[in-house]
């Protein structure tokens, strides 16, 4: 069965198993006198994996933003995971089983590649300082599950044979297959990522697809991209936006060839 198959009969099961994973409804945000956002609503369902897309300044990094709890909306909700998320901290989103991956390569550059997902782990710790101490049994084994974890990363991410390497040495590609491996280190139900193959060769886009089939089952997946070849080979569904305003969505190859979207394509070339 080609891979385009396969995608096709995954889009047909995630339509009969309708989880809802996130809920937007009515999602604006107004910088000043801005209106990034005009009214969105989105549900995305477990284990898709949705790409955003549109032209420059349409609004795909207000909304990525506003779904992963960075900013809050001027008005409406947003639900992840069945919570309303108004109000949470990005810290406590995170709590939910949330987790981004930036757009910069984000790994701290003079660490190695294990040192970096330990760092990542420690970063969602459960115990404050004192509470190492108070819990000392609890927190050790917390820090053997994170050892654990991060061999399973490593091994996820096929960064084994890297991993006593300092991050800044790895060429582009790993190091972005690192930062991805950074959101991973939670175990995360839904994960976000924000323009994963910017910068990226044909070669590099194309492992970094794969990792993402691999990674995927289990999570829904959110992407906001450029690339196109990504979005059409990655993508079960995607949101084409436009000023702020939702354009079409359905699969790729339907959005993509949509004179709606050509034609914002074409008239942001020609601002
Ligand atoms: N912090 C901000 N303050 C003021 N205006 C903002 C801010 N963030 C975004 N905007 C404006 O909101 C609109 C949408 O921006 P946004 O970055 O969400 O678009 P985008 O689709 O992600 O664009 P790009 O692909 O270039 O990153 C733009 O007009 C932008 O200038």
Same mark, same amino acid.
Request: proline letters at 3%; one cysteine or more.
């Given at each position: 069965? %080609? ?33 990034? !956002? ?18 420059? #300044? ?31 901290? $990005?810290? *406590? ?6 987790? @981004? ?8 550059? =003079? ?14 710790? %459960? ?25 399973? *990363? ?9 991993? =006593? ?8 590609? +790993?190091?972005? @297959? !690192? $930062? ?12 976000? !990522?924000?323009?994963?193959? $910017? ?7 194309? %492992?970094?697809?794969?990792? +993402? @089939?691999?990674?995927?089952?289990? @999570? ?23 000023? #702020? ?21 074409? #008239?942001?070339?020609?601002?």
């Amino acid at each position: 069965m %080609s891979v385009a198959e396969i995608i096709q009969q995954q889009t047909v099961v995630k339509n009969v198993s309708a989880d809802v994973v996130v809920q937007a409804t009515g999602v604006t945000k107004k910088y000043g006198g801005i209106a990034a !956002l005009k009214g969105i609503d989105l549900t995305i369902h477990e284990g898709e994996i949705f790409g955003i897309i549109g032209p420059n #300044g349409a609004g795909k990094s207000t909304l990525f933003d506003i779904l992963c709890g960075i900013i809050q909306p001027t008005t409406g909700q947003v639900q992840l995971l069945g919570k309303t998320i108004q109000g949470m901290s $990005a810290h *406590v989103v995170a709590r939910l089983g949330v987790a @981004r991956r930036f757009q910069r390569t984000a790994v701290f550059a =003079e660490a190695t590649v294990m040192q970096n997902l330990l760092f990542a782990a420690h970063q969602s710790f %459960s115990h404050s300082m004192l509470g190492r101490f108070v819990h000392s049994k609890h927190w050790q084994e917390e820090r053997d599950a994170f050892f654990s974890r991060a061999q399973e *990363v490593l091994g996820i991410t096929g960064l084994w044979d890297d991993r =006593e390497r300092i991050a800044c040495t790895l060429a582009y590609g +790993v190091q972005r @297959r !690192l $930062a991805v491996g950074l959101a991973l280190m939670p175990d995360p139900k839904l994960l976000f !990522l924000d323009e994963p193959a $910017a910068g990226m060769d044909d070669q590099d886009s194309d %492992s970094f697809i794969t990792l +993402v @089939r691999e990674v995927a089952p289990g @999570r829904t997946v959110i992407i906001v991209e450029h690339d196109m070849r990504v979005i059409r080979k990655l993508c079960h569904r995607c949101l084409a936006m436009a000023d #702020g305003r939702p354009l079409q969505r359905g699969q790729p190859a339907d959005v993509l060839q949509h004179p709606d979207v050509i034609e914002a394509y074409l #008239g942001a070339a020609d601002e």
